[in-house]
C-alpha cells in the first residue's frame, strides 16, 4: 500500500522544474528582453576631436547572443556534458552593432564579437531546451535535466536568490548610523530604490538634518553626494517659495515642528548660496557646473543641459523626465512626498519602518520574484508528504520558542523508514519581518545589470581608443573606418564582457565601477552538487539576504561631501 502512494516520476520531475523554473525564465527574460533593454538604455559616447574640432559619438545599435558552438569546431553545437568532461564552460558569443558618427552625418556601422558569455543550462540559449528525454541520454545528458545553473571551468554554479529592497517603494528609516554623514545629520530618512526597465536600480535617499533642512544623497560611481532638498525641487520645475511651503504642510495643519523646518530649508535656499537659485535654469545651471565633470559630458553641452543629465540619471530614474513637456513634474512629486514622510517621521506621526529583518531560508517564488509562501498542501498531499510537528498547511504558523533565533521547520517524506530533507522549507514565524518591503533579485535581472555596466565600459573603451589614436602623430582622418577598426580592437582588448561575466560566474566575485546599488559584491555563486536532485535543489530555490546585513558589518562606501557653497 505504501508503494501506491509514491508520486509517479513524471510528476515529481514536474514539481523539480517548479523549484529552479524563477532562475530560467528570468535567464530567458534577459535573453528576449533585458538585453536589447541593456542596450536601448546606455547613452552615446560623445567627445571633440582637438585639432580639427569635430564631434564624434558613438552608440550601440543591437546586441545578440548566439547559441553555443565548440572551440574545436565552429560548426558543432557545444552541450554541458562535454563541458564537465574538459572542464570547459558552457559559454555562447556575444556579437554587437555600433554605430559611429561625425558631426551629426550618417552613421557607419562597425559588428564586433565581445567574447564568450556564460550561458544557463536549459535557457533559451541552451542546446538542451527543446531536447527530449531519449535525446538528453544520447548526448550524455542527465535524464530529467533541470538546469537553472551555469557550468564554469566543468563545475555547476547557481546564482543565490538575494533579498533587496523593494522597488520604486518609499521606506522611512531610523537608523544611528545616518549621524556619521555628516555633522548636522540626524537618525532620520526615507529611502527608496528605483528600478528601470532594464532592471538596473539606484538607491536615493532624503536625510533630515538637525537644522530642519534636508539633503537628498545620490551615488555615482559608489561616490555620496548630498544636495540640498529645495534645490533639487527648483530644479524639476519652477516653483515658488509658497508653493513649497503649501504642498509640504499638506496633511500636517499648522504644526510648527514641520512648519519651521520647511521655511529653514527655503530659507537655506536663499541665503547661503552666492549665486541666485530662483529659476529652474539657474538651479540646474547650478549643478550642472559641479556635475560635468564627473558626468563626463562633452565641450559644447551647456551647464543646463549637464544639469538636466544628472536628474534623468541618478534621481528617480524610474520616471519619465523630459525637458519639454511635463518638465520633471513627476520627480517634484515623488520627492516632496518623500519630505512629507520624512517630516512626519521625525514627528513621530508615522512609524519606522524596518527594511532589514526577514530571515527566509528557502522559500516559493512567483515568476516576477516577489516571495510567496504557499504551503500548498494538495500538491504536497499527493506527494505523500506530511509536515513535522509544529508546522501547517494553512501558511500561520506558530511563534519560534526564542524569538532571537527564528526558525524554519523542514518537510519531511513518509516513505518508509528513510528521512530525506526535500529542498522545499516553509517559513515557520515572521514576527517582526518586512516582506512588503522586500523582494527577491533573480539571476537573469542580475545578469542584464551586469550585462548593461561592461556593455557601456566597452562603448567608453572604444572612445578613449579613438582618441589616442587621433592623438598620435600624422593620424588618420577622424571618419575614416581603418582609425575605428584599429580602436576596437584596442578595446576589446582592455574590456572583455565575457571575461567579466565569467569571472563572476567561476569566482563569486562581483566586479563593478558603479557597484550596481548592490550590498553584496562576493559569495554570489555557489557551487551545485550534482550528487543527487535532493542535494542540488536546495543551492537553487535558497534565498538569502545580503552579507552587509547578515554579518551586521559597515558597508565599506566611500563618502564625498559636495560643497554646493562654493
Known amino acids: 500500500m505504501a508503494s501506491s502512494r509514491l508520486p509517479s516520476d513524471a510528476s515529481v520531475v514536474r514539481e523539480l522544474r517548479e523549484l529552479v523554473r524563477p532562475h530560467i525564465d528570468s535567464f530567458d527574460w534577459f535573453i528576449r528582453y533585458g538585453l536589447d533593454e541593456a542596450v536601448d538604455s546606455l547613452e552615446p559616447e560623445e567627445f571633440e576631436e582637438e585639432r580639427a574640432g569635430a564631434r564624434v559619438s558613438l552608440w550601440l545599435n543591437s546586441a545578440s547572443l548566439l547559441l553555443p558552438k565548440s572551440d574545436a569546431r565552429r560548426e558543432q553545437d557545444l552541450y554541458p556534458s562535454e563541458c564537465r568532461r574538459r572542464a570547459a564552460s558552457y559559454t555562447a558569443q556575444l556579437r554587437v552593432t555600433l554605430n559611429y558618427s561625425v558631426n551629426g552625418g550618417p552613421p557607419l556601422e562597425f559588428e564586433r564579437a565581445l567574447g564568450q558569455v556564460p550561458v544557463m543550462v536549459c535557457s533559451a540559449a541552451c542546446h538542451l531546451r527543446k531536447l527530449g528525454t531519449a535525446e538528453l541520454v544520447r548526448k550524455r545528458e542527465e535524464r530529467h535535466e533541470l538546469g537553472g545553473y551555469f557550468i564554469a571551468n566543468g563545475n555547476e554554479r547557481a546564482i543565490r536568490l538575494l533579498i533587496v529592497p523593494r522597488r520604486n517603494h518609499i521606506t522611512g528609516i531610523v537608523r544611528s548610523s545616518f549621524k556619521n554623514r555628516g555633522p548636522t545629520f540626524t537618525q532620520y530618512a526615507t529611502v527608496i530604490r528605483c528600478a528601470n526597465a532594464d532592471q538596473s536600480s539606484l538607491t536615493v535617499a532624503l536625510h533630515l538634518l538637525s537644522t530642519g533642512s534636508a539633503r537628498l544623497r545620490i551615488t555615482i560611481s559608489k561616490n555620496e553626494f548630498f544636495i540640498p532638498v529645495v534645490l533639487v525641487l527648483r530644479a524639476f520645475r519652477d516653483c515658488s517659495d509658497k508653493e513649497i511651503y503649501e504642498r509640504t504642510l499638506a496633511g500636517a495643519g499648522d504644526d510648527p515642528f514641520v512648519a519651521d523646518r520647511v521655511i529653514e530649508a527655503l530659507r537655506e535656499n536663499r541665503d547661503d548660496f552666492d549665486v541666485p537659485l530662483r529659476t529652474r535654469a539657474e538651479c540646474l545651471v547650478f549643478l550642472g557646473q559641479r556635475f560635468r565633470g564627473i558626468l563626463r559630458r562633452p565641450p559644447w553641452e551647456s551647464d543646463e543641459e549637464a544639469g538636466m543629465v544628472l536628474l534623468r540619471r541618478h534621481v528617480f530614474i524610474h520616471l519619465e523626465h523630459r525637458s519639454e513637456s511635463g518638465r520633471g513634474g513627476a520627480k517634484w512629486e515623488l520627492l516632496l512626498l518623500m519630505l512629507q514622510r520624512l517630516y512626519a517621521l521625525a514627528a513621530g506621526r508615522v512609524s519606522a519602518d524596518n527594511p532589514d529583518r526577514c530571515v527566509v531560508s528557502h522559500a516559493n517564488m512567483t515568476p516576477g520574484g516577489r516571495l510567496d509562501h504557499p504551503a500548498r498542501a494538495a500538491v504536497l498531499g499527493a506527494r505523500g508528504l506530511a509536515p513535522r510537528r509544529g508546522t501547517s498547511y494553512s501558511g500561520v504558523h506558530a511563534p ?149 546585513l547578515m554579518s551586521d558589518a559597515k558597508h565599506a562606501r566611500l563618502t564625498v561631501s559636495l560643497s554646493l557653497a562654493g
Not at 563569486?508 to 557597484?515: F, I, K, T
Open 400 to 548: 519560534p520558542r526564542s524569538p532571537r533565533r527564528p526558525s524554519s521547520r523542514r518537510l519531511w517524506p513518509i516513505h518508509g523508514r528513510q528521512r530525506t530533507s526535500l529542498p522545499l522549507i516553509i517559513p515557520t514565524s515572521f514576527y517582526g519581518h518586512s516582506l512588503v518591503n522586500q523582494e527577491v533579485l533573480l539571476p537573469g535581472h542580475l545578469w542584464t545589470m551586469m550585462m548593461r555596466e561592461q556593455l557601456g565600459n566597452w562603448v567608453r573603451a572604444v572612445g578613449a581608443s579613438i582618441k589616442r589614436e587621433l592623438g598620435k602623430p600624422n593620424p588618420l582622418s577622424v571618419s575614416d573606418e581603418k582609425l575605428i577598426s584599429t580602436a576596437l580592437r584596442g578595446a576589446s582588448d582592455k574590456v572583455d564582457p565575457g571575461k567579466a561575466l565569467s569571472y563572476f560566474i567561476a569566482t563569486g566575485n562581483l566586479r563593478s565601477e558603479s557597484g550596481l546599488d548592490l550590498q553584496q559584491v562576493n559569495a554570489w555563486p555557489c557551487i551545485r552538487l550534482p550528487a543527487t536532485l535532493l542535494i542540488s535543489c536546495p543551492s537553487s530555490t535558497r534565498v538569502v539576504r545580503p552579507l552587509a
